[in-house]
């Protein structure tokens, strides 16, 4: 980067329907304090709720042209980049060159290839949802964020859809029973899943693989599902679920047919990262399930955990509604792009210092969220899935 002011451009998300922008108007101030100057293509958030006056007035400079933002920027803020964006994501390679940084969700273990096409741009890419999850990390924790969102729309998409009623009432016309909602996986979508279903009256409870989410699930006022499996490897250094064997797979879902059944409603939320989502719930349970319940399935961009799931759809199998929902965090575009954006100006203001943006490799937050620079694939993990050997000190191939 030269010299002057580092010039952050925030384009129009183009994803079909994605409404979230990078950067709202109330983080302009902290970039620019910090020696940038940021620039926001027009209209580039009036699906979020945020207006071109709004920015103007803290500090930002309006363009018309998406071509002009990548053309002037040194860095790019991307809600869904290439990768993260299977739409539309590649139209904007040839707009991107050699030493400009882009930073945004990328999905470079699941879609490893486009990680390959953005190296050959000489474009330095951070991938967000690869911010280690340290604790001095975790205000740059975009992932986590915009897995809140996703389960707390996850309840209220199943709500809609239910037949019944979730809290139990006492009335004239006599008592409503409450609804019975099940949540597989608890992470940090499925905790918000929880909490917003709990919230809304229903009984729940909750099922995952690694034995720590037990206190976690009871904090909430949900009862923990217990299954008599061999857990003991269920969670990675990282904190993430680790994938199991095939056979563990099978005996938990013979395990969970019973919990399945007695289900109003589930939510599911199981992923692995870099791999294709585990079947937790066969097309077996879902037929053991009554008419009207609700399958809500955050898994189905990665195959779903529901055999049933079909991304981007919804289906009815059985007499049960199985909504294969894709980017529910889009659905609160408002909320969702204030959240992401403090996320991403955190990771910002850590990465520049005397206003220059630096990718030190001695920097953890850095090494763990770059996957291509100087015209390679740099990250670890996403070579191997690649299968290209590791590079040397100076940047070749081994």
Excluded: W
Excluded at 289 to 307: F, K, Q, T
Excluded at 370 to 383: I, K, N, Q, W, Y
């Amino acid at each position: 980067m030269g010299g002057g002011a580092l010039v952050i451009g925030v384009p129009q998300e183009s994803f079909p329907g994605e409404r979230r922008v990078a950067l709202v108007p109330a983080a302009v101030p902290a970039l620019v304090k910090a020696g940038g100057e940021v620039l926001v293509q027009a209209g580039a958030a009036d699906g979020a709720g945020y207006t071109d006056a709004q920015y103007a007035e803290k500090g930002a400079q309006l363009v018309v042209l998406r071509e002009e933002v990548f053309a002037r920027a040194d860095v790019v803020l991307q809600v869904l980049g290439h990768g993260a964006n299977d739409k539309t994501g590649r139209a904007d390679l040839p707009l991107l060159r050699r030493d400009q940084v882009l930073i945004g969700f990328l999905r470079p273990l699941g879609s490893p290839d486009t990680v390959r096409e953005l190296a050959a741009t000489g474009v330095s890419s951070l991938a967000v949802e690869l911010v280690p999850r340290i604790t001095r990390a975790q205000s740059m924790d975009a992932l986590t964020a915009m897995s809140t969102v996703a389960g707390y729309k996850a309840v209220l998409l199943a709500a809609g859809t239910l037949p019944r009623m979730f809290p139990m009432l006492m009335t004239a016309a006599g008592t409503v029973t409450p609804a019975r909602v099940l949540i597989v996986g608890v992470g940090v979508a499925g905790l918000q899943a929880i909490a917003t279903a709990r919230r809304l009256g229903a009984v729940v409870s909750a099922y995952d693989v690694r034995p720590a989410a037990r206190e976690q699930v009871l904090s909430l006022g949900a009862r923990f599902v217990e299954l008599p499996l061999e857990t003991a490897d269920a969670e990675d250094a990282g904190g993430y679920a680790r994938a199991q064997d095939e056979s563990f797979y099978r005996r938990q879902r013979e395990l969970m047919t019973r919990v399945v059944a007695e289900s109003d409603v589930v939510i599911t939320t199981a992923v692995v990262p870099g791999r294709k989502a585990p079947v937790l719930v066969t097309g077996e349970m879902v037929r053991g399930m009554m008419p009207g319940s609700v399958i809500v399935d955050l898994a189905a961009e990665r195959g779903g955990n529901c055999e049933l799931t079909r991304a981007y759809e919804t289906v009815a199998a059985h007499g049960v509604t199985i909504i294969g929902a894709v980017n529910l965090a889009g659905t609160v575009p408002y909320h969702a792009s204030q959240m992401y954006a403090r996320t991403v100006t955190a990771f910002m203001l850590h990465l520049v210092k005397d206003g220059a943006l630096r990718l030190d490799p001695g920097d953890e937050i850095a090494r763990e969220t770059l996957v291509t620079r100087g015209g390679e694939v740099v990250h670890p993990r996403v070579r191997e899935a690649l299968g290209l050997g590791p590079l040397t000190t100076d940047g070749k191939e081994a």
